[in-house]
């Protein structure tokens, strides 16, 4: 008994349609993430891209806990000096 390696033309790929109105921001994206790399298949392998097709709706209604719409900054540099740049949630 080997194990079994899904090929490319064994992949059915689904469409799923998430709405994100009140949920929380990471346990939607490792959700969202769970199903595009296919780890929710019985058929998963790790070198093939099983993953299904992800639409998310009403991603600006997502819900931040604590004071992460004023605290939390997004930050990243251009690489040249002087190039850091931060925006908040």
């Known amino acids: 008994m080997g194990t079994y390696m899904a090929k490319k033309g064994e992949i059915q790929r689904k ?3 998430i709405d994100a109105k009140g949920k929380t921001l990471g346990r939607l994206a490792s959700r969202v993430a ?3 790399r296919g780890k929710h298949k019985s058929t998963f392998t790790p070198h ?3 993953g299904d ?3 998310v709706v009403n991603a600006d209604k997502v819900a931040l806990t604590g004071k ?3 605290e939390k900054l997004y930050i990243h540099h251009s690489g040249y000096p002087g190039g850091l740049k931060s925006i908040s949630a």
Do not use: N, Q, R
């Open 68 to 70: 992460k719409w004023k």
């Open 15 to 17: 469409w799923h349609l």
């Open 34 to 36: 769970i199903l595009l």
């Open 53 to 55: 097709f992800v639409v």
């Open 48 to 50: 093939v891209d099983a």
